[in-house]
């Protein structure tokens, strides 16, 4: 029997990419960006950081492939006519230690922000369900036939110019529930056309949109799929589902698939660890991903609460190939060195155990975003951050963001 990998050593994918080391910075959105949704001076400083912090790759927050439908404020977008400068930039920056870079490609779908007065389309005209919180998101429309295939297209143009920019590959969002996680459900896709109905009908746009990446990217170019292992609602997407989707991502050549799970409505990825912590219960989604690594050929990583070595190292002896985190880098951008240096040194995950969960949430992100900013600002990260003021922060710093692209749509 060979000897499993350790989480530092080198590997070679089985596309000939070869990375440094199996431990990926995760996406996490930034909402940092500067003018026109554009990659400016505090994302390249946050940057910095992660790429003299020895990781195998670092995959960026979301970038929109459509502006007028964003994520959040302050968000990064890509477009046909998008000047390409500041993106190659960023690119060189996170390359420059050794990492690959990995653009994240997203569309929001129905999970924009109100405020944000932004397009809302969905494969079905079904509303977020947040309770009391549902009304801070905009009712959305459903898509016509046209507006799938805009979509499509626009996720294509974004690859093709993350090429051109320098990036290594990118990471196509059908998880957390954006628009790809809506056509993906029947919880939100209740379309009776060609696009909705049967698994195979509701795979149609990632699996195009795999397909037409392909097609139209240079061969060495890296296609990633974050997707996820179950959405944890009744009725909603299975790990079943996901492993059917899977073979047919590896029939269409994907590269690495990224195992995550929940959405705005059941944020699983945020899970709240009051137990006490075991190596099983820090890696949220090990149990799926060990599963899906056992039904597919397609290197598996998974990312969701691992902020200590021994955990990342079981993640790779349970049979996945890389190791994703993304709140833990946050606090601690060199984490891998520490690990290297310190083996049992512990990185942070933050959790709020407010009994209204949306808000919990909401300041369990804000606690993370916080350390982004600071990065982006260089200064040093808080280790135990306030729920409450790092909420604040967040609210004030999110509604200046809003009103700067208010201003810059209305231009
Ligand atoms: C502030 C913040 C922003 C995030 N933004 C993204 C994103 O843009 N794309 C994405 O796929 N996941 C995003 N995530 C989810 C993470 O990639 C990851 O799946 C989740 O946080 C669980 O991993 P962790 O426990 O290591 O943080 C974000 C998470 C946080 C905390």
């Not at 910075?25 to 026109?36: G, I, S």
């Not at 984490?335 to 209204?356: F, M, N, T």
Request: proline share 5%; hydrophobic share 40%; with cysteine.
């Amino acid at each position: 029997m060979s000897a499993v990998a350790s989480i530092f050593d080198p590997v070679t994918l089985p596309c000939g990419f070869r990375l440094q080391n199996r431990v990926i910075k995760a996406a996490m959105e930034e909402n940092m960006a500067t003018h026109h949704c554009l990659p400016g001076p505090a994302l390249f400083s946050l940057y910095r950081y992660w790429a003299h912090g020895n990781l195998g790759m670092i995959i960026t927050g979301n970038v929109m492939v459509d502006k007028q439908a964003m994520t959040g404020p302050g968000g990064v977008a890509l477009e046909a006519d998008t000047p390409l400068e500041p993106f190659t930039q960023w690119a060189k920056i996170i390359r420059s230690n050794g990492a690959k870079a990995i653009m994240q490609i997203n569309h929001p779908g129905r999970q924009v922000l109100k405020a944000m007065r932004g397009k809302a389309i969905a494969p079905s005209a079904v509303g977020l369900n947040m309770g009391k919180h549902s009304k801070m998101f905009a009712t959305p429309v459903e898509m016509t036939g046209d507006d799938i295939h805009d979509v499509c297209q626009r996720f294509v143009t974004t690859a093709m110019r993350a090429v051109d920019a320098g990036f290594d590959g990118v990471e196509i969002h059908a998880a957390h529930g954006y628009l790809l996680t809506q056509f993906l459900s029947p919880l939100t896709n209740q379309r009776k056309d060609e696009w909705g109905g049967a698994l195979e009908n509701r795979a149609r746009l990632l699996l195009n949109i795999v397909s037409q990446i392909k097609a139209r990217c240079p061969s060495g170019f890296l296609i990633m799929v974050k997707i996820n292992s179950a959405d944890f609602q009744r009725g909603g997407f299975e790990l079943g589902d996901a492993i059917r989707v899977i073979e047919r991502l590896e029939a269409l050549g994907v590269n690495i698939i990224e195992v995550s799970g929940g959405s705005y409505e059941s944020p699983a990825m945020q899970r709240r660890n009051t137990d006490e912590q075991t190596l099983a219960r820090e890696a949220y989604f090990l149990e799926f991903a060990s599963r899906i690594a056992k039904a597919t050929a397609i290197p598996v990583m998974t990312t969701g609460g691992i902020k200590r070595a021994p955990v990342a190292q079981r993640v790779i002896n349970k049979g996945c190939t890389l190791v994703g985190m993304a709140s833990a880098l946050a606090f601690t951008p060199d984490l891998v060195k520490k690990w290297q240096a310190e083996p049992d040194y512990s990185g942070v995950i933050p959790h709020c155990h407010w009994r209204d969960k949306a808000l919990a949430s909401l300041a369990t992100m804000s606690m993370v975003r916080r350390q982004l900013r600071r990065l982006g600002n260089d200064l040093t990260t808080v280790r135990h951050p306030s729920a409450l003021w790092s909420l604040v922060l967040d609210m004030c710093h999110r509604k200046r963001m809003t009103r700067r692209y208010l201003n810059e749509q209305n231009q």
